[in-house]
């Protein structure tokens, strides 16, 4: 019987994947690239901003291609994100407080790679907003519920004093374009975006009210995967995880890259670059690897929302093996 309702879970799951992967990856190469044997890995993002930028100059530094991959990199909700890595047709999800919830209620999947243990966050809000209480009884437009974004505020209006179940609406808003233009119609008070996602904001006369990763440890961006796939190729997932922990390593080592890479692809401006550099670093993991307390949160807020969930320890949501293989390998 539980072989049964796994199956059909599976199913299900698969299904909904394929609705809305299909689209993109019709456009995608097969396994095998046309680049001279190249072989393909498909990865999740979310969103392209400060969280996934490691991957981004993994691909730009030609990193992927030292390891013989064609990176094929695929926007999509972080949910999706996670079924498509339990259905097996996409290789890597960046959104590890995705991966972590779901590895928490017994879904096998892992977090086998961590770039950031906390948020470059702001709380963006129309300009005649002074202070963070005026909030009160207001709506506040984040991705989706339970994202990190979502996280991140309800941890920020709790640390003012504010209960966001009793004195806030949190709206599921979408992508930080739907975000922004929700702020400035008016039918939300407020937003969290990143710290390169605010930008248009500012520039359509929102205001920056506050930095709130400063108020929350929570993991941002990273690589997971399906447990089948760390047993089935693990081989590729060794080169996936190194070429990314590579561009985690230029992250500190390779400033003039990083500004390279989010002017090309964030649309940071050189003048913009100082301030989003200095949130991102000031949360970098160096070694990739990130204390278990800063799990918690989201490990139990996962528990808490899941009927009668399977025994799983906080330890067993990360499965750090293969990058303590690379990093004997990379310096």
Do not use: C, W
């Not at 799951?13 to 456009?27: D, G, H, N, S």
């Amino acid at each position: 019987m539980r072989y049964q309702q796994t199956t059909a879970i599976n199913y299900r799951l698969r299904l909904a994947a394929i609705a809305v992967l299909m689209p993109i990856l019709l456009l995608l190469p097969t396994q095998y690239s046309a680049a001279q044997g190249s072989k393909r890995l498909i990865l999740a993002l979310s969103t392209k901003d400060s969280s996934t930028a490691p991957i981004l100059m993994a691909t730009h530094l030609g990193y992927f291609k030292d390891e013989g991959i064609d990176a094929n990199i695929v926007l999509m909700r972080s949910d999706i994100g996670v079924k498509a890595l339990i259905t097996g047709d996409v290789d890597f999800a960046a959104s590890v407080s995705s991966v972590i919830k779901a590895s928490a209620v017994g879904i096998p999947v892992k977090t086998v790679l961590n770039f950031f243990n906390g948020s470059f966050f702001y709380l963006i809000t129309k300009p005649h907003f002074r202070d963070i209480q005026q909030l009160r009884g207001k709506t506040i437009g984040v991705s989706r519920y339970g994202s990190a974004a979502d996280f991140d505020a309800r941890a920020t209006f709790r640390h003012f004093g504010i209960d966001p179940s009793k004195d806030l609406k949190i709206l599921a808003a979408g992508s930080p374009g739907s975000r922004i233009s929700a702020l400035v119609a008016g039918h939300v008070d407020a937003v969290i975006l990143s710290n390169t996602e605010k930008l248009p904001a500012e520039q359509a006369g929102m205001k920056a009210l506050l930095f709130t990763g400063q108020y929350v440890k929570q993991p941002v961006g990273g690589l997971g995967t399906s447990v089948q796939r760390i047993s089935d190729r693990r081989e590729d997932v060794q080169k996936g995880i190194r070429a990314v922990y590579r561009g985690l390593l230029a992250m500190r080592s390779q400033r003039d890259k990083v500004k390279m890479v989010f002017e090309k692809e964030l649309g940071v401006k050189p003048e913009q670059f100082d301030d989003i550099y200095e949130d991102t670093i000031r949360v970098l993991l160096p070694d990739g690897t990130i204390d278990l307390e800063n799990l918690k949160e989201p490990y139990e807020d996962a528990r808490k929302q899941a009927t009668n969930p399977p025994q799983v320890a906080l330890g067993a949501v990360i499965d750090y093996s293969i990058l303590e293989e690379v990093r004997k390998t990379v310096k």
